[in-house]
């Protein structure tokens, strides 16, 4: 298979291409990463305090991608594991306390790692164009990692979940903060590059260097949604 070199760090520069990823339709699971009304809608949530604070035209490029180009591609996902009965998963930031006594400290710490999202806020859910069906399942955490504060690792192991195609925001906190847990914990990791945003695109590229082939594969959707298809049609024959 082909390795993008925009995405290969110092260890593997010369590296040209890997075995072709196999793995079972039936033990893979899609995880939508954060993509909540406050961090990605324009007119709600951190859009106005940076408006207000007259700081939102270096956000602009951000909230582009996401329109443009995380969201479409991410649908494009969804339609995939949702057509084929595949496993949806969301995790998102969401504390259960009135006052948010529940979040980890981080969460309570100030500037902008500094979060209050009750679950029951409007500014917590998911996006219109991403948001969960009934019967999938979403995850409510006060870190970084969809693991770290919650039971997604237990939950997906009795699934029989093996591998994790990992989209969402920002690529280097959350989704691979993320995507780490899910390595160490043993399981395969695909992160789809066009369905992830961070406020700046080197921060955004330099942690997928940095993680691709040792803590996941990163591909791009189209990619991604072929590993998926030809799996499936190998899985089909058999």
Known sequence: MFVNPKYLSFYYQDMTEIPDIVLDP?????LVVDMQKEFVCRDMGESLRYQAQGDWERWIPFHDR????????????????????????YGRIACLHPR?????????????????????????????????????????????????S??????????????????GIVTDQCVAGTIRSLADAGFRVICVEDCCAAPDMKLHDDELRIMNIIYCNVLSTEETLKVLEDNRLRTAGN
């Open 26 to 30: 039936a033990k893979t699971a899609l």
């Open 66 to 89: 996401l329109d443009d180009i995380v969201i479409p591609n991410t649908a494009k996902l969804l339609d995939y594991f949702r057509s084929h009965d595949m496993y949806v998963t």
């Open 100 to 148: 948010g006594d529940d979040r980890s400290a981080v969460q309570k710490s100030d500037g902008w790692n500094g979060i209050f999202l009750h679950v029951d806020s409007e500014e917590a859910q998911m996006v219109d164009e991403l948001k969960p069906l009934p019967g999938e399942i979403v995850v409510n955490k006060t870190t970084d990692s969809v693991l770290t």
């Open 150 to 167: 919650t039971h997604y690792e237990t939950m997906i192991r009795n699934m029989g979940v093996e591998t994790v195609v990992v989209t």
